[in-house]
């Protein structure tokens, strides 16, 4: 069936987060198009939440005026900060569609302009067409690309992302971004790790090791897969067909039991033991090939500067210690409320008012004192 493209109106283009997401440290999201033609078995943004067209895969709708809107956007804003805006969340920015309607290389343009940081997640190579424009963005800011790779198993990659490219090309165009362009910083979105599908630890080792391979400074692991309304529904019934035989994990996982006539009814996320151990596993294997599980993130030459040294710190102690299963909340917090200030962190301390801020005790307090007093 053939891919039909539609030309829509949006009202806005630019969306901002109230906190900033700790992966990808974006404060800003962005989509040159609404649905995507790659048709991911296990995508996301079928389930009701993102209130996207049905036919998701079917019919894409090419946003109209995505420069002229974004331009508005940024030069009018009285509150915006320059900050990272990540490019493809509900759609894959390079996907077909950009070939053709280039909408993707226009936001680039306006926001190289207005000097915004860019993340930008894809699977496929038509994101090279770009590097020049994304290597400048880089030198005046921060760039990062992640080019998402759930398996390099291509027959099984064929029924998780039929439409997109192989898994092959993907890890290549990583190579072709980091010989080229070596200042963006470019690396693996290992997301969804699919349970019982791609989650072995051969499986797994197998894509840390060609991302390495392939010049990756970083891989980003998402341990399992949301499983809500008709996103479940849509991958259980291709699952019953080509994997039948592992339905029963997955309603043992995820507290369920798949009926095709009654909808989905279950968790939205595996329990929480699975996540933790794929993670320490991923962790290891990280630490074995020697690359980061960690992106490093954009710092601003501002107020914010300190602000988010710290709470890049404060965030990636969180992380390891939730990918372990420890307590992690609380720092999290105190990372997400001091990144949040309208003010600098140094300014804060100055007066003594630290633990104004919440989240912050007396010992995390100590913390930044000492680490302010040795930055000087």
């Known amino acids: 069936m053939s891919v039909r493209y539609t030309y829509k109106d949006f009202k806005s283009i630019l969306n901002k987060m109230r906190f900033i997401d700790n992966w990808f440290w974006c404060r800003y999201t962005l989509n040159p198009y609404n649905d995507c033609e790659f048709a991911c078995t296990y995508c996301d943004s079928r389930s009701h939440k993102y209130h996207l067209h049905p036919d998701f895969d079917q019919e894409i709708f090419v946003k109209t005026n995505v420069g002229t809107m974004l331009d508005n956007r940024l030069r009018r804003a009285r509150t915006l900060l320059p900050d990272v ?24 343009e306006v926001l190289l302009k207005h000097h915004y940081p860019v993340s930008l997640s894809t699977k496929s190579n038509l994101v090279l067409r770009d590097l020049e424009l994304l290597s ?23 029924f998780l992302e039929p439409n997109a490219p192989s898994s092959h090309i993907r890890l290549e165009t990583l190579r072709q971004i980091n010989t080229y362009a070596p200042n963006i910083q470019v690396g693996i979105h290992l997301m969804p790790i699919v349970p019982f599908l791609g989650d072995d630890e051969q499986s797994l080792e197998s894509v840390v090791r060609d991302a390495k ?35 029963e994990k ?29 993670s320490k596993i991923m962790l290891v294997l990280c630490e074995k090939y020697g690359i980061k599980s960690r992106t490093k993130r ?24 939730q990918m372990n299963g420890k307590a992690w909340t609380n720092i999290f917090w105190a990372g997400q409320n001091i990144q949040n200030l309208r003010e600098s962190i140094v300014d804060v301390a100055e007066r003594g008012d630290l633990q104004s801020i919440r989240n912050i005790g007396s010992e995390l307090e100590e913390h930044i004192l000492r680490e302010l007093k040795e930055a000087n």
């Open 250 to 278: 997955y309603e043992q996982l995820y507290q369920t039991k798949f009926d095709p006539d009654t909808g989905y009814v279950g968790r939205d996320l595996p329990q929480g033991y699975y996540a933790v151990r794929i």
């Open 136 to 158: 400048n963005i880089s030198d005046d800011t921060w760039c990062t690309v992640g080019i998402t790779v759930t398996t390099v198993d291509e027959e099984l990659a064929s």
């Open 213 to 247: 391979e392939s010049g990756a400074d970083f891989i980003l692991f998402g341990a399992g897969m949301t499983m809500r309304d008709n996103q479940a529904m849509l991958y259980f019934t291709k699952l019953s067909k080509r994997f039948p035989d592992v339905i």
């Open 298 to 321: 954009y710092i601003p030459n501002d107020f914010r500067y300190w602000n988010y040294k710290i709470a890049e710190e404060f965030m990636n102690e969180s992380y390891i210690a």
């Open 85 to 108: 805006v990540a490019i493809g969340g509900t759609c894959d920015a390079y996907q077909p569609a950009k070939a053709e309607f280039k909408n993707t290389r226009t936001c680039l």
